[in-house]
Nanobody, 126 residues
Framework: QVQLVESGGGLVQAGGSLRLSCVASGLPFSSRALGWFRQAPGKEREFVGAISGSGARTFYADSVKGRFTISRADTKNTVYLQMNSLKPEDTAVYYC???????????????????WGQGTQVTISS
């Protein structure tokens, strides 16, 4: 049974930092690209960023580029999302997901991902 479990969310002030973690089990982790998405109340789920199966390539949405960093630790079956210079508009539930592997590069749309975590709430106060 595949399971993804996010953690690390919380309430921080604008300008602060958080590091989210996502631990995966039940699948060959090191070969899978992984992505982070977020969903704010009343909005559609949006792509935040992704990391390739090798970890050599990362991709980010323009809204987080330069502020967020994705990394992975395959020995721990874990992917991380380091979030710096947080803004109130970053407030959302953050999800990690495994890429289906249909394309050469990780997808940017939620339908390109198959397994999802339950999400972790991130709230940024102004």
């Amino acid at each position: 049974q595949v399971q993804l479990v996010e953690s690390g969310g919380g309430l921080v002030q604008a300008g602060g930092s958080l590091r989210l973690s996502c631990v995966a089990s039940g699948l060959p982790f090191s070969s899978r690209a992984l992505g982070w998405f977020r969903q704010a109340p009343g909005k559609e789920r949006e792509f935040v960023g992704a990391i390739s199966g090798s970890g050599a390539r990362t991709f980010y949405a323009d809204s987080v580029k330069g502020r967020f960093t994705i990394s992975r630790a395959d020995t721990k079956n874990t992917v991380y999302l380091q979030m710096n210079s947080l803004k109130p508009e970053d407030t959302a539930v953050y999800y990690c997901a495994t890429d289906r592997g249909l394309m050469v590069r990780p997808g940017t749309h939620s339908d390109e991902y198959d397994y999802w975590g339950q999400g972790t709430q991130v709230t940024i106060s102004s």
